[in-house]
């Protein structure tokens, strides 16, 4: 027969014949620990009705029935965490591994002193409790980082603007975003295992620029440039580029992320702004005229070298405000006024 178990305490299950613990039921209530003594160990090995918290059970003089016994236990998928505690007696030889190597699994010779049981019950219980609460929290934290990974991963795939991917440390492409497929024509499929060198002109490649990267960013842990690269079409665009090393919780380097950016748009706009501005002065150099431009704040940017030559001053020596340090000193203070009245009126 069954002792029915209190929920509120431990349970431990005796599965075999121990009188020196079977006839400690009450002493264990008093410490909180419910003990079920069993009426044999197949009945004790069948029950279905109660969840222990622990279980009891002997080994007589044959090793091997150490290791059987808790095979059956462990054979049953609801014990296979719950801890044994074998009491051993008349057993030759060195105790199995299967029962020293288990933090879950201890083992007690008889004879041995009447609260020493309950004693070695309380540690295997106390362990099991801090390996839960460890178990908990590390499923807790898995379930935290898939979170914040696949958030993560929809933020990249939904980025079309930037190209955003991962590559191991041999280059190899390990993750591909839309914005990369957008950018490159190049879909994830095609991607995927594939050297991110295939995104540069052949020039770069014979010259392995594209592990140059990954070697400045391990080094510094960062690595930025622009340059051109190529679409799967032939077609060539001026990309920033930005990589930095990616790391394990050990701190070691397993990869590296890249995000590259279309800026072909801003060098032609950056060339064209140059071409006009050699144009500029390359007309208001061959004026016989003086000419200067000024900032909104009313700094001097620029002067033409008729403004040069006819001032005597040298290039670089006049710049920013004083400009008229070059007047004659009775006209200096009227000609700035008059300058400060200009720009505040308009």
Known sequence: MFVEADTHTPVVLLLDDIPEIRGLVEKWQEQHVRLICAASREEGLRATDIAPDLIICLCYSQLPECTEIIGRIRGNPALTQVPILMILENILGEVPASVVDDPLQDFLYRP???????????????????????????????????????????????????????????????????????????????????????????????????????????????????????????????AQIQVWPMENKSGEIIGFVKITRDITARRYAE????????????????????????????????????????????????????????????????ALKAWQHSLSTG
């Open 271 to 334: 060339q064209a702004l140059k071409e006009s501005e050699a144009k500029f002065r390359t007309i208001t150099d061959a004026m016989p005229q003086m000419v200067w431009s000024t900032l909104p704040d009313g700094d001097h940017d620029y002067f033409n070298e008729q403004w040069y030559d006819f001032t005597g001053v040298s290039l670089g020596e006049i710049n920013g405000g004083n400009w008229n340090s070059i007047l004659h000193p009775e006209d200096q203070d009227r």
């Open 112 to 238: 041995f002193h009447p609260a020493e049981p309950l004693i070695r019950c309380q540690k295997l219980l106390a362990l099991k409790s801090a390996t839960q609460q460890l178990a908990a929290r590390e499923q807790e934290r898995s379930a935290q980082l898939l979170l914040s990974e696949n958030r993560f991963r929809l933020m990249v795939e939904s980025v079309e603007d930037y190209a955003m991917f991962m590559v191991d440390l041999r280059g190899r492409i390990t993750s591909w975003n839309r914005g990369a497929e957008r950018l490159t024509g190049y879909t994830e499929a095609e991607a995927i295992g594939k050297p991110f060198s295939m995104l540069y002109p052949s020039e770069d490649l014979n010259s392995e620029h594209a592990l140059y990267e990954l070697a400045m960013a391990h080094k510094n842990g960062r690595y930025e440039e622009e340059g051109l690269r190529v679409r799967k079409d032939g077609s060539s665009y001026y």
